[in-house]
């Protein structure tokens, strides 16, 4: 299974953005697919997951800012990302597993390479 990630970018205190990140190669229409992030000088944290049938889990702190969705036809998941600030700065990785939403990363057996989130003040 191969993930590509894109959407990143730099943006100002209070904007949005709109990460992809699509699956190819043996892909399952049943795998979870799952955001992570890792900030400067931090260890990865779980962000959002999300499995085929559309039931989602979120970490506490980002619930109402961030939205996870997915294109099961495309094989495809999203992040919205509003409201951002500073401490949302990370790389944002995609992540793919079988069963149910995990959120240690040491689960996931499948890793796209991460896009880069900035948010300036």
């Known amino acids: 299974v191969q993930l590509q990630a894109s959407g990143g970018g730099s943006v100002q205190a209070g904007g949005s953005l709109r990460l992809s990140c699509a699956a190819s190669?043996?892909?399952?229409?049943?795998?979870?697919m799952t955001w992570f992030r890792q900030a400067p000088g931090k260890e990865r944290e779980f962000v959002a997951g999300?499995?085929?049938?559309?039931?989602?889990d979120y970490v506490d702190s980002l619930k109402g800012r961030f939205t996870i969705s997915r294109d099961n036809a495309k094989n495809t998941v999203f992040l919205q990302l509003d409201s951002l600030n500073p401490e949302d700065t990370a790389v944002y990785s995609c992540a793919v597993r079988s069963g149910r939403i995990a959120r240690s990363p040491r689960l996931y057996e499948y890793w796209g390479q991460g896009t880069l989130v900035t948010v300036s003040s």
């Open positions: 190669g043996r892909t399952l229409g049943w795998m979870v």
């Open positions: 999300i499995t085929s049938g559309g039931n989602t």
